[in-house]
C-alpha cells in the first residue's frame, strides 16, 4: 500500500472514531441542557408585598389558631353530648316512662339537637362572650337534649306533678320551668333540669296530644319566626296561624296550677340564661 494510500485510511478512521464520539455525547443526558422555566419578568406574577406589620400578622395568625382550637373544642363537646344522652339521659328517661303506663314519651327520635344546629349554637355563644369556656357555653344550651311526656287531658296536671318529681328522685336537679297554657301562640309546660355529673341541661316538655300535636304542626313556622331573615309581615302571618292552631287545644283540667313547681316565678329563658321574673 502506497504512503498516500494509508494517510487517506487513517483520516477516514480517525474521522470516524470522531464522529461516532460526537453521537454519543450528544445522546448523553448529562449533555442535555435542562429546559429551565424562563424568569418571570411580569410584574402580576410576582408574589405581593405583604402591608401588614409584624402586630398585624401576629393577631391574624392568633385569630386563626384560636378559631381551630374553639372548633376542635365544639366538635368534642358535641360528641361528649352524644355520649351523654347515649349512655345517662335516655335510659333515666325510659326509666321514668316505665313507671307509669298511662302516658308516654313522644318524638323519642328527636330527643337530640342536630350536631350541626348544636355547634352553631355554641360558636356564637363563644364569638359573643370570648371569656366562655366551650364546656360553659355547652353547659348554658337549654336543649341540646329534649323529651316529651304526653298525658291523657284528664290525668295531665298529677301526672307532669309526679314526673316532676321522679325527675328530682332519679338526680336531675331543677333549674327552671316555664307554664305557658294561658298563652296564644303556645300551650303546654316546659321544663329544665341539669345532668350533675357533666353540667349539662335537659329540656322536658308535658304536653296533651292535641298540644303536642299542635307543636308539631307549627314547627316550620316556629322556626321562621326565630330567623332573623324573615319580614315582619311574615312573622306576623305565622303568629296568627300559630294562634289559629293553638286556638283549637283545650287546656286540661289543673294545667295552670303547675306553674308552682318553678317555686313561686315563672322562669323566663332568655339568651341561654335562666332568671326568674
Known sequence: MSEQLRWVVALGIDRHIEDDTETRAADSPRSVRPDLPDTPNDPARLPAASDQSPAERFAEYKAK??????????????????????????????????????????????????????????????????????????????????????????????????????????GFEFVGLRNTWDREEYKGINSWWREPVSGLLLEVQFHTQASYEAKQLTHAAYERI???GTSDDEVERLRASQREVFGRVPAPPGAADISRLSQGGRVVYEDHVLRHS
Open 65 to 170: 389558631v384560636e378559631a381551630e382550637f374553639r372548633q376542635e373544642a365544639v366538635d368534642r363537646g358535641c360528641d361528649h353530648v352524644c355520649e351523654i344522652e347515649r349512655a345517662v339521659v335516655t335510659p333515666a328517661m325510659l326509666r321514668i316512662e316505665a313507671e307509669d303506663p298511662d302516658r308516654r314519651l313522644a318524638g323519642l327520635e328527636n330527643r337530640l339537637k342536630g350536631r350541626e344546629r348544636l355547634a352553631e349554637k355554641v360558636t356564637k355563644q363563644l364569638a359573643a362572650q370570648p371569656d366562655l369556656t366551650p364546656a360553659e357555653a355547652f353547659a348554658g344550651v337549654k336543649d341540646a337534649m329534649r323529651y316529651t311526656l304526653q298525658y291523657a287531658e284528664d290525668k295531665y296536671a298529677a301526672g307532669a306533678a309526679a314526673d316532676c318529681e321522679r325527675l328530682k328522685a332519679t
Open 226 to 228: 326565630r330567623n332573623p
